[in-house]
């Protein structure tokens, strides 16, 4: 089907900035929306932004202003601008992405998840 997997997260300081790369791959037909979602240790996974095929952005309300999330269509590929990071942003960050693939002459949905990166802000 389609896989996604994660990349750039690590530790940092509070007060600097990180970059998430999620890449997918497989028989991907299209990709409706992409998203980055995390779990803080100990809490429940939350979403922190989504992006459709057609550019329009949200984010977790708490986040706006800190963190853009942004595409490259043509690599299926889409990022995770994280800026003034605080130690409460220590979390494992996910991708997430729904759209179709192909599956012989037909298309099929798709919601896949990626492995997940720690993203560690000591303070």
């Known amino acids: 089907q389609v896989q996604l997997v994660e990349s750039g997260g690590g530790l940092v300081q509070a007060g600097g900035s990180l970059r998430l790369s999620c890449a997918a791959s497989?028989?991907?037909?299209?990709?409706?929306?992409m998203a980055w979602y995390r779990q803080p240790p100990g809490k429940q996974r939350e979403l922190v932004a989504r992006?459709?095929?057609?550019?329009?952005?949200n984010y977790a309300d708490s986040l706006r202003g800190r963190f853009t999330i942004s595409r490259d269509n043509d690599k299926n590929t889409w990022y995770l601008q994280m800026n003034s990071l605080k130690p409460e942003d220590t979390a494992v960050y996910y991708c997430?992405?729904?759209?179709?693939?192909?599956?012989?002459?037909?298309?099929?949905?798709?919601?896949?998840w990626g492995q997940g990166t720690q993203v560690t802000v000591s303070s």
């Open positions: 997430n992405a729904e759209g179709r693939y192909y599956s012989g002459s037909t298309f099929k949905s798709f919601g896949s």
């Open positions: 497989g028989s991907i037909f299209s990709i409706n929306a």
């Open positions: 992006i459709t095929s057609g550019g329009s952005t």
